[in-house]
């Protein structure tokens, strides 16, 4: 492990001196340090941290790039949580402003507000338990529920079809 880190040290200097040579300059505010691995793997690996010119670069549990929560597990869960409750907040929103929003506009709005967010980056956590497709699933159907008009104790799943949108298991599977 000190071995590792060293070369990762040096890599990271030769890669800010890379930088400097072609006028880029490294954040290295912004730079974060992930160790990815089962549990196992990772329940004695002590704290990590290396130095990048007189910064200390710490490990961190869960790094966020490009909008995605990564963790050290690389399991999406708290990720796919902060999404879900996103995409929610969103949709009541939308529910309490409907009165005011032409009915032919709700499909729109929904599908460019959350849908699109919880399509992009499925490839990456496709992978989810059942448990996390489950809120994934409950998302959407709220979705369908909110552009139908449709109450929450009723099926939504013939609406799907109706509104051109794949299900969360369609979602999730097209793109493994």
Not at 120 to 139: D, E, F, P, Q, W
């Amino acid at each position: 492990l000190p071995q590792l880190c060293s070369r990762l040290a040096a890599e990271l200097k030769d890669e800010d001196e890379w930088c400097c040579a072609n006028k880029v300059k490294l954040n290295t505010t912004k730079t974060a340090l992930l160790v990815v691995g089962t549990p196992g793997q990772l329940r004695d690996v002590p704290t990590i941290s290396i130095n990048l010119n007189g910064i200390l670069i710490k490990e961190s549990k869960c790094v966020k790039t490009l909008g995605v929560s990564i963790d050290r597990h690389l399991e999406f869960d708290s990720h796919i949580a902060q999404l879900t409750r996103h995409c929610t907040a969103l949709l009541m929103g939308i529910i309490h402003a409907k009165h005011s929003i032409l009915d032919s506009c709700i499909k729109q709005i929904v599908e460019s507000l959350v849908i699109a967010r919880l399509r992009y980056c499925v490839s990456v956590y496709g992978t989810c338990g059942a448990t996390t497709l489950a809120s994934i699933k409950k998302t959407m159907n709220f979705c369908a529920r909110v552009v139908t008009g449709r109450r929450k104790y009723q099926h939504v799943s013939d609406t799907y079809r109706d509104l051109g949108w794949l299900t969360a298991e369609q979602l999730v599977n097209y793109h493994r």
